[in-house]
């Protein structure tokens, strides 16, 4: 195939988990134009990934006759073949409507009709429990590759231009010390979430920890809340009780796009998180990531990486995966402050090697 469409997925955290899938893509097919088709909230995650050669948007509020119209135009570009790496009925419907002649996915979502290649959805056990082998043993099973590729921890295309507009946005804000990110939102459900007054809290025992000045710190770090706009509540609550605490606390809840969040992300020395698209993409460049999980399973979706640590309590219900908990969300009562602030003390001090020149300098 000379050209070749991808269908991305439409969640930030399955975007990262899909790159190593994407690049093998390009392994396969070394000399093709691949073209990537993405809902407009995750197409900034694909900005710099050099194995893509051209970002198509998707309008995710597109009407029958929109989304016919998307198919025509894709049918112009005559695509040899289509990679449905998204799920759903609607992705298979777009290319078959596009007559793209090769049409390979998952047979689910009753969508088995509009393909070309039906590929069975692997059972439980079938394949490693991280999801991103999901999305690999699709090529495998339609016969790209014979193996899953020795995958590495999943990181961002371009992370030091990401971080050098991140220190740039940092410096225009006033900003010059070290900075810990925190992402306190999950957009799947409150199931998901920390309680907010417990991230201000951990937040600032690892601030605290640098007023003495024997880390060769020049100032405590200041901290930067993110989350999309339905979130700028939840993350004026950490803020406010981190502000009483007297820490530099920006809330940036609705204020970024994803770009800027990605370039901002890629300049902190540390991020505290939920499970969360915030928690890949923070993982993803390879910033030292401490992540509390409850409801959901971290060996399927939690971050991978030398500078990841997920920090979760024992609950006899957990993982439930539910989007909100029916009796009294123990799984994340029983995580305290203490224990995640611990565990990013930690993961500072191990991952200082490779920050101590840039944070003296």
Known sequence: MSRVLVRATNWLGDAVMSLPAIRTIRQVFPHAHIALVARPWVADLYAREPSIDRVILYDAHASLRERRDFAVRLRGERFDGAILLQNAFDAALMVWLAKIPERIGY????????????????????????ERF????????????????????????????ARESGAKLLAAAGIGGPVIGISPGAAYGNAKRWLPERFAEAAQKVAQAFLDPSPGLPVSPAVLVFGSPAERTLCGEVAAALARGRVDVRNLAGETTLREFIDLAAACRLFLTNDSGAMHVASALAVPTVAIFGSTDDTTTGPIGPYARVVREHAECSPCLLRDCPIDHRCMTRVSADRVASAALQLWEESAPAWTHESKS
């Open 134 to 161: 999901y999305y690999l043993e699709l090529l495998r099973r339609a016969g790209m590759i014979e193996r899953f590729p020795h995958t590495e921890p999943i990181r961002l295309g371009g992370v030091e231009a």
């Open 107 to 130: 047979d689910r979502d009753g969508r088995g009709p509009l393909l070309t290649q039906r590929i069975p959805v692997p059972e439980p056990g079938d394949i490693p429990r991280h």
